[in-house]
């Protein structure tokens, strides 16, 4: 079995090809591309003021 590199200009062809739908190969497409680049993060994200262990506490 020889391994094949897809183009990225072809990954959402690719994934339709394979029976996904246009919506899920968009979004398959946009995942691919963001584990390869890396997300797109903000410089200065908005912060809100509870902590993740006080909104994980909240829910138990």
Do not use: C, W
Request: hydrophobic residues 30%; aromatic residues 4%.
């Amino acid at each position: 079995m020889k391994v094949k590199t897809t183009p990225r200009d072809q990954l959402e062809e690719s994934f339709r090809k394979l029976g996904f739908s246009p919506a899920a190969a968009r979004s398959y497409t946009r995942m691919t591309k963001a584990t390869l680049d890396g997300p797109e993060l903000p410089r200065e994200p908005n912060r809100g003021e509870i902590t993740l262990e006080d909104h994980i506490a909240a829910l138990r």
